[in-house]
Every structure is written in structure tokens, then in C-alpha cells.
């Protein structure tokens, strides 16, 4: 088995693995993201804490995002209200990305950024994420600081003392500037279709596109609150897949519904997953000199494939749990600038402090229109292994390290040798255990994982 990742799971808590998620109006209300708001005001907003260290006085600032969700509307509301009743400043940035939240965080020497979303999740849903002075996500430490300060006794600030609201919409542009000053080469000639998944990137991703140099065809670009990743997005590419072919594009990009993460899809309608993706950047940065340490930071479910094919381009791999919160901590404790997740969440750290679908994307592409190859041949590069995923349902997750399971895992693993792998891993947050598999054919990798899947619910169920 893969040796232990760093990170570690959510547990019981209100945050999640990405902030705090539920059905807008009945699980995330309007009170809890006020009462969330002035909790994280506290915390993260303290004028002495922050402002002396940069000399400047005055209320602390925060900025806010959402992403199109009609939910976001009355959410955004509650949040704004929390923190300029708290004594913050708040700039609303309106509809935009997760990532664009996070650089303008940065970007504007704000205390704390709010972005409401509940990524690729269908629209009744919806979350609350917060961003440190910087743009980085929350540590578990000071998400528990503020679940412990939620409803606490507090003095309210009066006349001057509460919190400025005002319209910040035009820094959209900076944060496609920014994009744009980070390309290594330009997209003149590419011919993109863009599935934006009805989302926050609706506005800027095309416009960053074409500023970069492209055709740009867009699909899911046509939000009206309540069709976000409705069929469409990274998914659903099948949509895409489809224009892709049907128009005679170079390649098709498909982002989630808040733009953190992307996914591509090749002139034949393959798709690229977040594994190809990185193996791309990896060598592409290796071969200029700026893969920092020449090592990419990945998590336990990238196929074994991509690990295979760094090795074999000298190459090191850091594993980490699910999550790139947990990348990005691998990132920052090891000094390394490239990481991500299969799913499509890449984080560049020379450029953002969290997975940008934008910015992977403008990258992968300008790496196709540097070398004059399709996104395919590229993507060459490596050769996924069949991986197959048993999800076994309402079984106790406390028993996933039970002996007689690690002795089926070991058994399978010895049978699998150097061209497989399994991995067993609870779900953070239901009754469920994960089961998968990869070897060397998919009639391998299912039958081992059905195997491992009928130990799992006789020894946990």
C-alpha cells in the first residue's frame, strides 16, 4: 500500500473539507452564515492582529464572491451583514471564481475573503469558505476557532465604528490580468471550446481566453441561478465532448461550477483528466527549470500511471490525503510549486494560493500552442491504469483497519504486484468505505475490487 499521506479528515465538525456545505434555507441558513460572518470577523478581522503589521489603520477589510446560484443571493446578503456589523469593511466582488476570491484577498491587502459556493454541486446547495489575510484557505485550527466563537457575547459597534459596504465588480479585471501576466507562451491559433458549467467563470474565463489569444466557442455559459452544473461542466463532458468533435476544435476545457478545478478534453472528444494535466505542466516546468525540487505534490488517488511516468522522467511524487487543502500544506511544508488532485483541482503556487481552473487551463493550453502538438499527444505522456472505485455503503468506517481486512488488502496487493495498487479509504462524511483498484486490465481491477468490496462489508457491516 501507498505509505501514509499527510493530512488528515474533517471528522465530525461544521467545516468540511472545503468550508461549510448544505442545502441553502434548510441546512445552510441565513442566520448561520451571519452567525459564521461575525464569528470569522473576529477571528481572522482583528484590526491589532493584522493591521499594525502593515501600518495601516482603520476597520479591517474583507472581500466577498459567489458563484451564480440563486441561493447566493440571500447568502451573500447575510454574510455582508455579519461582518459590516461586526466592524469590517466589505468590498462585494459580485459573481466570480473561487481562485479570483482568493488573489484579490491577496490582491487587495484584505483581512479575510468569503466565497459563497458549493462547487460542483447541483444548485440547491450551497457553502461558506473563508480565505486568510494572503488568499490561502483555513487551517483546521482557525475553522475550529471560529465553530467555538459561533453565538458568542460580543460588543456590536455603533455610528462609525460598523462596517462600509461597497461595489468592488470591476476587480474582475485585475484578476484576468493577473492570469494573463503568468503565460509562458500565447494561445494564437488554438481553437477552444469552453464549458463553463452555467458557473462563476461564465464572465472571465472566455474573456481571459480570448485576451490570450484564442478562438473561443462556450457552452454552459448561460446562468440563471438554479441550471449551475446542470448536465454540464467537469462533471458532465459529454456536452462537451460533443461541440469539441461536432466543431473541429483544437481542444475543449470544462470547469466547475466555481472554477476551481478543470478538466479538458482532446480534438477526438478524450478526456484529460487532473493526473495527464499535471504530467503536462510537470515536464513542461522541469524542462525550463522551474519545478521546484523537481517534485510534484499528489494525492493517494492518482492513478499509478501518472506516479510511472514521473518516475520515469526523474521525477518525484509527494502523496498526500484527498483534499488540496492537504496538497497545498504538502506544497508549503516542502517548498514545492506544483500539486493537485485527479479531479482537476492543480495548484500553481507561483501563481495562486489555491487550485485555479482558469490558470491550469491557460497553461495547459499554452504548453499545446508552444510545442505545436495536440493536447493529445501530449497527454502521451502517461498511460492511465484501469481504476476501478467500490463505494460499499452503511458499513462501520471505524472497522476499515480491521485484520482481516489488511490481510485481504495485502493479499491483493501481492497478486497485483508493481503494476497495481489498492486503496482503502473511509468517506469523510458518510457511513460509506471507498474501495479501489488499479491494475494492469479493467477485468483485474474489477475483480479485485469486488473481492475486496465483499470482505469489506462482511468484516464492517
Keep these: ?29 441565513a442566520e448561520l452564515a451571519m452567525d459564521l460572518s461575525v464569528a470569522a470577523a473576529h477571528v481572522l478581522g482583528d484590526a491589532g492582529a493584522f493591521h499594525a503589521s502593515v501600518g495601516r489603520r482603520g476597520r479591517p477589510i474583507a472581500v466577498v464572491g459567489r458563484d451564480p446560484r440563486a441561493s447566493g443571493e440571500f447568502l451573500e446578503a447575510a454574510v455582508v451583514a455579519g461582518l459590516a456589523s461586526s466592524g469590517v469593511d466589505v468590498l462585494r466582488l459580485g459573481v466570480l471564481p473561487t481562485p479570483a476570491v482568493a488573489y484579490l484577498t491577496n490582491a487587495l491587502g484584505a483581512d479575510l475573503g468569503v466565497m459563497l459556493s458549493a462547487s460542483h454541486n447541483p444548485a440547491p446547495d450551497n457553502g461558506i469558505k473563508f480565505f486568510t ?5 483555513l487551517p483546521d485550527a482557525v475553522e475550529n476557532e471560529i465553530e467555538q466563537r459561533l453565538g458568542e457575547k460580543w460588543d456590536r459597534p455603533v455610528g462609525p465604528a460598523v462596517g462600509r459596504v461597497r461595489e468592488a465588480y470591476g476587480e474582475a479585471d485585475r484578476y484576468v490580468s493577473h492570469l494573463l501576466t503568468t503565460l509562458p507562451h500565447r494561445l494564437d491559433g488554438l481553437r477552444i471550446v469552453v464549458d463553463c458549467a452555467h458557473g462563476a467563470a461564465h464572465m472571465v474565463a472566455p474573456e481571459a481566453l480570448l485576451r490570450a489569444g484564442a478562438a473561443v466557442e462556450t457552452i454552459g455559459a448561460a446562468p440563471d441561478g438554479l441550471n449551475i452544473n446542470d448536465g454540464v461542466g467537469s462533471t458532465h463532458l459529454t456536452p462537451l465532448r460533443e461541440a469539441v468533435v461536432e466543431r473541429g476544435a483544437d481542444l475543449g476545457i ?19 483528466d487532473g493526473d495527464q494535466i499535471m504530467a503536462i505542466l510537470a515536464l513542461a516546468m522541469h524542462a525550463d527549470g522551474r519545478l521546484a525540487k523537481d517534485t510534484v505534490v499528489a494525492t493517494v488517488m492518482s492513478n499509478l500511471g501518472f506516479k510511472i511516468a514521473l518516475r520515469e522522467a526523474g521525477l518525484s511524487v509527494v502523496e498526500t490525503t484527498v483534499g488540496d487543502r492537504y496538497v497545498l500544506e504538502a506544497m508549503q511544508d516542502g517548498g ?20 485555479d481552473g482558469l490558470l491550469t487551463s491557460l497553461h495547459l493550453m499554452a504548453e499545446v500552442a508552444r510545442q505545436g502538438r495536440s493536447l493529445g499527444e501530449l497527454a502521451s505522456v502517461m498511460t492511465k491504469l484501469p481504476q476501478v472505485l467500490v463505494n460499499v455503503r452503511d458499513v462501520a468506517k ?13 493479499e491483493a496487493e501481492a497478486g497485483l504486484g508493481e503494476t497495481g495498487r489498492v486503496l482503502i479509504r473511509p468517506s469523510g462524511t458518510e457511513p460509506m468505505i471507498r474501495v479501489m483498484v488499479e491494475a494492469a486490465s479493467q477485468d483485474q481491477a474489477s475483480t479485485v475490487a469486488d473481492r475486496l468490496a465483499r470482505v469489506v462489508r462482511e468484516v464492517c457491516g
Design 133 to 137: 489575510r494572503g488568499g490561502y484557505k
Design 254 to 272: 470544462a470547469y466547475d461550477g466555481d472554477a476551481d478545478r478543470c478538466l479538458a478534453v482532446t480534438a477526438e472528444g478524450e478526456e484529460i
Design 1 to 29: 500500500m501507498s505509505r501514509e499521506p499527510v493530512g488528515a479528515s474533517s471528522g465530525g465538525r461544521l467545516f468540511g473539507t472545503d468550508g461549510v456545505r448544505g442545502v441553502a434555507g434548510r441546512d445552510l441558513t
Design 398 to 410: 471505524s472497522k476499515a483497519s480491521a485484520p482481516e481486512l489488511r490481510a485481504a488488502v495485502a
Design 336 to 355: 514545492y510549486n506544483l500539486g493537485g488532485e485527479q479531479s482537476g483541482h492543480v495548484i500553481m503556487l507561483d501563481h495562486a494560493t489555491t487550485g
